[in-house]
């Protein structure tokens, strides 16, 4: 079978025939149809991140979609997290009982642009930030994969006014055609200049800040929650610490959560993809991509990995 093999950490996958791979008790081999790259596969393949150096080569790719026993299924994997391969091949062996059954009409390259960035923004809102219907939330890099899906998904949820952040002109506009009701640039590192951006465009305080960036944007968008507001981290792409001031914090008892997909159970996530895909379904949620072929998987990376994409690169395995 054709698959894309990390075999340097650090270094680009390549794409090459391999044996398949011999599905071990508990799973099922899957025939890939779509696997996006996203930020955790780069992470991992760089062997710097929490998870420890891969071994190496292995094929990278955390999720995809396939088919399997007649079925359109989202799967999982560990690829980089922990020894083994990804959805980055033709086939890929999965643990069935981790698989998701796609909703008809589902599509799946769409499904796969969405897949943990989604559930990753539907979890940070819903269960970790307690959004109710009537609030007014603040998300943070809208423009990205993340940020798009939780543009959308707050408004599925009933908030009020969700209000936007977003830093290139190309991710202003995305923010905007996924529903934001305003969106702020974020092309300042003066947290007073943009907290009092984000007040102007609110209709005062608001009740929770989604932050895929840390940094400055989170710093600034603390300064504009209720007492008893919350913000719900779940990346550092602006930067790894952020200059959130005591005063802010402790001076209107906020809440400053941390959320992680890794501690996810396997039947929330299914739940949430399900969800996610029938959204998907319905034309109700979608994030900007582009798909690549395959064997076009080694510069594809390459462009992820200077941030160059025009949206979440799926790769194209039939
Ligand atoms: N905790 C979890 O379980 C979980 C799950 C999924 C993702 N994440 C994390 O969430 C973050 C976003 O993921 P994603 O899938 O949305 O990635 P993505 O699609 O690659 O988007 C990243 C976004 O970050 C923006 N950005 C990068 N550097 C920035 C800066 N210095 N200031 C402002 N904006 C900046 C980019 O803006 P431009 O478009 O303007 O370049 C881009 O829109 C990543 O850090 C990822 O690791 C966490």
């Given at each position: 079978m054709r698959a894309a093999q990390i075999h340097a950490c650090g270094e680009p996958p390549v794409v090459a025939e391999?044996?398949?791979?011999?599905?071990?008790?508990?799973?099922?081999?899957?025939?890939v149809l779509a696997a996006p790259i996203t930020p955790l596969d780069l992470l991992c393949a760089t062997g710097t991140s929490y998870f420890g150096t891969p071994p190496?080569?292995?094929?990278?790719?955390?999720?995809?979609?396939?088919?399997?026993?007649?079925?359109?299924?989202?799967?999982?994997?560990?690829?980089?997290?922990?020894?083994?391969?990804?959805?980055?091949?033709?086939?890929?062996?999965?643990?069935?009982?981790?698989?998701?059954e796609l909703p008809p009409g589902a599509d799946p390259v769409a499904v796969a642009a969405l897949g943990l960035s989604a559930v990753a923004a539907h979890q940070a809102l819903g269960r970790r930030g307690g959004l109710e219907a009537g609030e007014q939330v603040i998300v943070l890099g809208a423009g990205g994969t993340v940020g798009q899906a939780a543009v959308q998904l707050a408004r599925l949820a009933g908030a009020r006014r969700v209000v936007a952040a977003a830093r290139s002109a190309t991710a202003r506009e995305r923010a905007a055609r996924a529903g934001a009701d305003a969106v702020?640039?974020?092309?300042?590192?003066?947290?007073?200049?943009?907290?009092?951006?984000?007040?102007?465009?609110?209709d005062g305080p608001a009740d929770l800040v989604l932050d895929p960036l840390f940094g400055v944007p989170a710093a600034a968008a603390a300064r504009v929650l209720r007492p008893g507001g919350r913000l719900v981290n779940l990346g550092g792409s602006a930067s790894e610490t952020s200059p959130i001031d005591s005063s802010t914090l402790r001076g209107r008892s906020l809440s400053l959560l941390g959320y992680t997909n890794n501690e996810l159970t396997p039947g929330?996530?299914?739940?949430?993809?399900?969800?996610?895909?029938?959204?998907?379904?319905?034309?109700?949620?979608?994030?900007?991509?582009?798909?690549?072929?395959?064997?076009d998987a080694g510069s594809a990376w390459r462009r992820q990995a200077v941030g160059a994409p025009s949206g979440r690169i799926v790769l194209s395995v039939r």
């Amino acid at each position: 079978m054709r698959a894309a093999q990390i075999h340097a950490c650090g270094e680009p996958p390549v794409v090459a025939e391999r044996p398949a791979p011999v599905p071990g008790p508990g799973e099922v081999l899957v025939e890939v149809l779509a696997a996006p790259i996203t930020p955790l596969d780069l992470l991992c393949a760089t062997g710097t991140s929490y998870f420890g150096t891969p071994p190496t080569p292995y094929v990278p790719g955390v999720q995809g979609v396939g088919t399997t026993g007649g079925r359109t299924v989202w799967f999982p994997t560990t690829a980089g997290m922990a020894p083994g391969d990804g959805s980055m091949a033709e086939l890929a062996a999965v643990r069935e009982s981790e698989l998701v059954e796609l909703p008809p009409g589902a599509d799946p390259v769409a499904v796969a642009a969405l897949g943990l960035s989604a559930v990753a923004a539907h979890q940070a809102l819903g269960r970790r930030g307690g959004l109710e219907a009537g609030e007014q939330v603040i998300v943070l890099g809208a423009g990205g994969t993340v940020g798009q899906a939780a543009v959308q998904l707050a408004r599925l949820a009933g908030a009020r006014r969700v209000v936007a952040a977003a830093r290139s002109a190309t991710a202003r506009e995305r923010a905007a055609r996924a529903g934001a009701d305003a969106v702020v640039p974020l092309d300042t590192d003066d947290v007073g200049e943009l907290a009092a951006r984000f007040s102007a465009v609110l209709d005062g305080p608001a009740d929770l800040v989604l932050d895929p960036l840390f940094g400055v944007p989170a710093a600034a968008a603390a300064r504009v929650l209720r007492p008893g507001g919350r913000l719900v981290n779940l990346g550092g792409s602006a930067s790894e610490t952020s200059p959130i001031d005591s005063s802010t914090l402790r001076g209107r008892s906020l809440s400053l959560l941390g959320y992680t997909n890794n501690e996810l159970t396997p039947g929330r996530r299914a739940a949430a993809i399900t969800e996610i895909a029938e959204h998907s379904a319905h034309g109700r949620l979608s994030v900007v991509h582009e798909t690549i072929a395959l064997d076009d998987a080694g510069s594809a990376w390459r462009r992820q990995a200077v941030g160059a994409p025009s949206g979440r690169i799926v790769l194209s395995v039939r």
